[in-house]
T-cell receptor, first 113, second 117 residues
Framework: SQKIEQNSEALNIQEGKTATLTCNYT??????LQWYRQDPGRGPVFLLL?????KEKRKERLKVTFDTTLKQSLFHITASQPADSATYLCALPPGAAGNKLTFGGGTRVLVKP | GAVVSQHPSRVICKSGTSVKIECRSLDFQATTMFWYRQFPKQSLMLMAT?????????EQGVEKDKFLINHASLTLSTLTVTSAHPEDSSFYICSARDSGSVTYEQYFGPGTRLTVT
């Protein structure tokens, strides 16, 4: 069966350091992968989309990599700030394309000043 | 940017009553909207895909007669929880895709906290 795994343990990190989150998937061949941020009691906010033919994508202090051989995406927050503290979710479509997404369990990040 | 609103943000209802939650795309048209529920410290679970002008597509295990979805226009989808029970208490979130976009990101509403007493 299809599975998306994110580290369920919270990631505690010192301000200014780089946070690295992992998203692993099995039994998927996604055309793209997305990352979202969710704050407590709020809906997720879209951050980045990376396509299967892209190795890396950047947006400000965020960097995402996508390795379709390893079936893994890495999400990096560089020069982390306390305001980056949130839960980060990866999401994939069920097949090569399609509207709906399946979300990983999310990883909570806590950036300490 | 694309904005999705939900109403109400919080609702408390008595067991056996029905509750309607509205999801609106404010500055774009959405032929497809999605309804999720989320339990504390868990991820989002897709309940159904709402299609404008046609019937919703429900995920396995979601009772379509209990969770009624109506997508009457390109900017509004509603979820009605019928005969609510305490186990229906959850955080319900909708999302929408911009029909005019070639990318696949979803824009989420702020969520509705439902408590059934």
């Amino acid at each position: 069966s299809q599975k998306i795994e994110q580290n369920s343990e919270a990631l505690n990190i010192q301000e200014g350091k780089t946070a690295t989150l992992t998203c692993n998937y099995t039994n998927y061949s996604p055309a793209y992968l997305q990352w979202y941020r969710q704050d407590p009691g709020r809906g997720p906010v879209f951050l980045l989309l990376i396509r299967e033919n892209e190795k890396e994508k950047r947006k400000e202090r965020l960097k995402v990599t996508f390795d379709t051989t390893l079936k893994q995406s890495l999400f990096h927050i560089t020069a982390s700030q306390p305001a980056d503290s949130a839960t980060y979710l990866c999401a994939l479509p069920p097949g090569a394309a399609g509207n709906k997404l399946t979300f990983g369990g999310g990883t909570r990040v806590l950036v300490k000043p | 940017g694309a904005v999705v609103s939900q109403h109400p943000s919080r609702v408390i209802c008595k067991s056996g009553t029905s509750v309607k939650i509205e999801c609106r795309s404010l500055d774009f048209q959405a032929t497809t909207m999605f309804w999720y529920r989320q339990f504390p410290k868990q991820s989002l679970m897709l309940m159904a895909t709402s299609n404008e002008g046609s019937k919703a597509t429900y995920e396995q295990g979601v009772e379509k007669d209990k969770f009624l979805i109506n997508h009457a226009s390109l900017t509004l989808s509603t979820l009605t929880v019928t005969s609510a029970h305490p186990e229906d208490s959850s955080f319900y979130i909708c999302s929408a895709r911009d029909s005019g976009s070639v990318t696949y990101e979803q824009y989420f509403g702020p969520g509705t906290r439902l408590t059934v007493t």
